[in-house]
């Protein structure tokens, strides 16, 4: 998958990266990971600028975003509360539940949007529960598009800066990735136990 990502980059340029970051974002198993990093090896032997990358980056990035939003919005709370009035006994989950999940999202979301655009994967699917508690529009464009940005200025820059040895990164990527999912991990444990305390004290 990598060779065919690198040399879609370099045959289309910026509308290669604004392309390849979208499908990222709405088909999470391409990796930014290499996209960016490459795309900054790019501006060292073609007439891209590290700008520019960044620009179509963060550009194809938000549209991804945007797409996975929409789709959060069809699958609204509204339609899961159906849901769980038809399943709910078997996945012992109530309508109060959903209620104050979203309650959650709508205190902590945007916090929630701008660090997770930072954390591989998850960057990609956080946009749908946006979606799903009908995150304020704009909001979720700004908050998604500061994560966005952040992670595409560093990883583009560090591909430029290394150059051919652009690949290196993705050692330490990996790094990160077990780290930042070991942290989400223990986080939604945390959470899950807090929640199921208070369901039994309730």
């Known amino acids: 998958m990598q060779s065919w990502i690198t040399d879609f980059m370099e045959q ?4 290669g990266i604004f392309l390849m970051i979208a499908l990222e974002n709405v088909f999470p198993p391409i990796p930014s990971e290499i996209i ?5 090896f ?3 032997y073609t007439d891209l600028t590290v700008q520019g990358v960044i620009a179509a980056a963060t550009a194809g990035s938000v549209a991804g975003a945007v797409i996975l939003y929409g789709i959060g919005r069809l699958l609204d709370a509204d339609r899961l509360e159906k849901i769980v009035d038809r399943w709910g006994h078997v996945l012992r ?6 209620r104050k999940a979203n309650a959650w ?4 979301g945007y916090w929630t949007v701008l660090l997770c655009r930072m954390v591989p994967l998850v960057r990609s699917l956080i946009s749908i529960p946006a979606g ?23 990883l583009v820059s560090v591909g430029a800066a ?13 790094t990160y990735s077990t780290i930042a999912y070991a942290l989400l991990g223990a986080g939604l444990i945390g959470f899950l136990a807090v929640f199921i305390r208070r369901k039994r004290t309730s």
């Open 12 to 15: 289309y340029g910026y509308v």
């Open 36 to 40: 960016l990093p490459f795309g900054g």
């Open 42 to 44: 790019m501006t060292t």
């Open 93 to 98: 989950v109530k309508k109060e539940d959903i």
């Open 105 to 108: 999202f709508d205190k902590y």
């Open 132 to 154: 799903m508690s009908r995150m304020n529009s704009p909001l979720f464009l700004l908050y998604s598009t500061i994560g966005t940005l952040i992670w595409n200025v560093v």
């Open 162 to 174: 290394l150059g051919e040895s652009w690949e290196e990164i993705t050692g330490f990527m990996d």
